[in-house]
């Protein structure tokens, strides 16, 4: 159906690679392959220029081969290409950890290192759980997180996270209980924060009275979910979560992988929406993609309780960390990256285009009866549609196909379309985009 596109690699090959997140069979039929990419745009195996929709997986808000962190990844492999990142260190870490304590709110200063997002959240959850037991609390080890949230690939994170196709699988996980989503009916197509919805947070209340306090180590949800489709949080919603929580002595967690450095027209989504958790884990943009880096950054209240507790000056505070912890080419990477979000000024850029994106992006209501729902905030916009025969995720993975066809890469996941443009789109570019995908949706819709 698709284009497919001139490729020398051997069937062999093409098997070989167990793809990540990807129908499998489909692809290795007829293979969609990625040779360059530049600015806004990717360059096919055929040479066909494709504009890139997603910012790579949320990842490139920089676009993609920016000099500046160019530069610096190639300096830091001449210079220190690796550096142990247990009882040894090496400056870049620490200057980057700065300058992400800069993009958070207030009192989030303490930076833990991880190599991707599912590792920050696994330090969060790890990090909460030793957190009370240091206080004396340990009963307090479940967690809650959200319907549709998204959390990573681990086995922490598929348990908090709550898409079901990404759960069915795996059995038994952390012990964990999910809030509902906060898509309420009668707040389709609003613009930005619906008006109605805050009342889901009260649910937390009920699994408080089910499971006490005692018991409940952390609460963590995406600020906006991104991989359910853009679930955009209800005015009040998240001030709500923050009351109960402190009321009743949580840990709230902001999961802010997609949300963080600019996609949301802020430094963050904590300050997108004016609330501040206790933790907020991170990846993607923190190094536009180029290099595989995550963090968790937490409180200064939580990092103080360990270096107190912490035992003899020699011993570790907390026995965690991966071998790519605050890795020197993803700190070269990292530090370029945001440095270039700072002088660049992409995140008042983004702030002033969005009213233009929600244009855009609304403009295609009533295009089709296909589509049911469209959100947006920043940068980030969802498109719900309808099912096809009981076959929920077929229509997207039409209409993602039909756009590659076009030259525009958009990503299908579950009943959505998601769109999260670089940081420096222009304005023709939306409109192409918008129209492009208007076309494919009529055309399956
Ligand atoms: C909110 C959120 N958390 C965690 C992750 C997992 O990140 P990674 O794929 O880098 O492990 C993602 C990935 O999309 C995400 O969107």
Known sequence: MSHIAKTNLTQAQLDAHWMAYTGNREFKKDPRIISTASGHYYTDADGRQIFDGLSGLWTCGLGHSVPAINEAVANQVKTLDYSPAFQFGHEKSFQLAEKISDFMPAGLNRVF?????????????????????????????????????????????????????????????????????????????????????????????????????????????????????????????????????DQHNILLIFDEVITAFGRMGAQSGSEAFGVTPDVITMAKQVTNGVIPMGAAVFKQEIYDTFMDTGGADYMLEIPHGYTYSAHPIACAAGLASLETIRSQGLIERVNQMSPVWEKYVHSLKGASDAITDIRNYGFAAGITLAAVDGEPAKRPYQIAMSMWDKGYYVRYGGDTIQLAPPFTTEESEMSSLIDALGESIKKFG
């Open 113 to 245: 290192f991880t190599g991707s997002g599912s590792e920050s959240v696994d330090t969060a959850l790890k990090v909460a759980r030793a957190y009370w037991r240091k206080k004396g609390l340990g009963t307090k080890t479940k967690f809650i997180g959200r319907a549709k949230g998204y959390h990573g690939a681990g086995i922490s994170g598929f348990s908090v996270g709550g898409i079901p196709a990404n759960r069915i699988l795996y059995g038994q996980g952390l012990e964990s209980y999910h809030l509902p989503h906060t898509q309420v009916p009668g707040t389709e197509f609003s613009k930005g924060m619906a008006d109605t919805g805050k009342e889901r947070a009260e649910d937390l209340l009920n699994m408080i009275a089910m499971h006490d306090a005692s018991n409940i180590a952390a609460v963590i949800v995406e600020p906006m979910s991104g991989s359910a489709g853009v679930i955009v949080p209800p005015k009040g919603y998240l001030q709500r979560l923050r009351e109960i929580c």
